[in-house]
């Protein structure tokens, strides 16, 4: 059972397009992070967020984590073929000794 | 620059095998951990070490092993490999504390089990 939900599993989008991707759970987490993560790699991180409704702004990339702390959303305005990736979400428990439990990913493909 | 580095990039064994894989960071630190990824799944914790020669299981540790006896290196045993254990394995590490760290990861080793 995934404790965190991805949505959507896949997005093909065009060169200039805005995209949304979505992680829920029903678990309370005490900070989440997202990752990207490229083929033949390991994952890496690109933001962490720890209060309730937190917005973090990477440059194109907008995350937002819920005011609950049970999700967290992910937009990237004006995709470039370069975002092209893995998207994975990580949510950390307190006291977890720094472990994750993370969602399925979304694989988005940006086409020039 | 932090660095996690795997053994080996591509591996194929045979159903029975034992199976080494190995994981180093350069990093000083306290916390190691093997995933294994495998698609619609995402990546899910086998073990993880806090410390050196310490050692708890994650969600899915069945046919695994691990051993830290030095702290820049985490190994992953599989003692009798079965097809089912054909995936994509990550190792990573971070500083140490509860969590809230930047997890680095490895460029992973995918494992091919006939």
């Known amino acids: 059972t995934q404790l965190l939900e991805q949505s959507p599993q896949f997005l093909s989008i065009q060169e200039g397009e805005n995209l949304t991707v979505y992680c829920n759970s029903s678990s309370v987490f005490s900070s989440l992070q997202w990752y990207r993560q490229e083929p033949g790699e390991g994952p890496v991180l690109l933001v962490t967020v720890v209060t309730g409704g937190e917005v973090k702004k990477l440059k194109r990339l907008t995350f937002q984590f819920g005011d609950a702390r049970k999700d967290s959303s992910l937009h990237i305005t004006a995709a470039q073929p370069g975002d092209t990736g893995l998207y994975l979400c990580?949510?950390?428990?307190?006291?977890?000794?720094?472990?994750?439990?993370f969602g399925a990913g979304t694989q988005v493909v940006v086409t020039p | 620059d932090v660095k996690v580095t795997q053994s080996s990039r591509y591996l194929v064994k045979r159903t029975g095998e034992k199976v080494f894989l190995e994981c180093v960071q350069d990093m000083d630190h306290e916390n190691m951990f093997w995933y294994r990824q495998d698609p619609g799944l995402g990546l899910r914790l086998i073990y993880f070490s806090y410390d050196v020669k310490m050692k708890e299981k994650g969600d899915i540790p069945e046919g695994y092993s691990v051993s830290r006896e030095k702290k820049e290196r985490f190994s992953l045993i599989l003692e009798s490999a079965s097809t089912n254990q054909t995936s994509m394995y990550l190792c990573a590490s971070t500083p140490g504390g509860r969590g809230r760290e930047t997890q680095y990861f490895g460029p992973g080793t995918r494992l091919l089990v006939l």
């Open positions: 990580a949510g950390a428990k307190s006291d977890s000794w720094g472990k994750l439990q």
